[in-house]
């Protein structure tokens, strides 16, 4: 059974860091494509980051590059997402997706190609 399990998430001042980790259970993360996608209030579900099978291209959304960085440790069965220079807008919450169909497959940032989801870890940016 596919799990996942996001945390690290919290209360950060502008301009600081954090770092997700979505810990993986049921499948091995390095076969699979892996998305990090966020959820502000009163906002859609959007996609931040995602890191392809093996290895395979990451993405990033435009506001995420050059301060994020996703990352994935297969001894863990773990991808991370590094978060620096920390804005309000990168307020919300914060989910791991996956999918069975992503197999050995390049990510995408469409969160309609994810059908496994972990529950989210909460981000507030604020001072």
């Known amino acids: 059974q596919v799990q996942l399990v996001e945390s690290g998430g919290g209360l950060v001042q502008p301009g600081g860091s954090l770092r997700l980790s979505c810990v993986a259970s049921g499948f091995t993360v390095d076969y699979y494509a892996i998305g990090w996608f966020r959820q502000a209030p009163g906002k859609e579900r959007e996609g931040v980051s995602c890191i392809s099978s093996r290895d395979g291209p990451t993405y990033y959304a435009d506001s995420a590059k050059g301060r994020f960085t996703i990352s994935r440790d297969n001894a863990k069965n773990t991808v991370y997402l590094q978060m620096n220079s920390l804005k309000p807008d990168d307020t919300g919450v914060y989910y791991c997706?996956?999918?069975?169909?992503?197999?050995?497959?390049?990510?995408?940032?469409?969160?309609?190609?994810?059908?496994?989801w972990g529950r989210g870890t909460q981000v507030t940016v604020s001072s």
């Open positions: 997706a996956t999918d069975v169909e992503l197999l050995f497959k390049n990510c995408v940032l469409f969160s309609d190609e994810y059908n496994d």
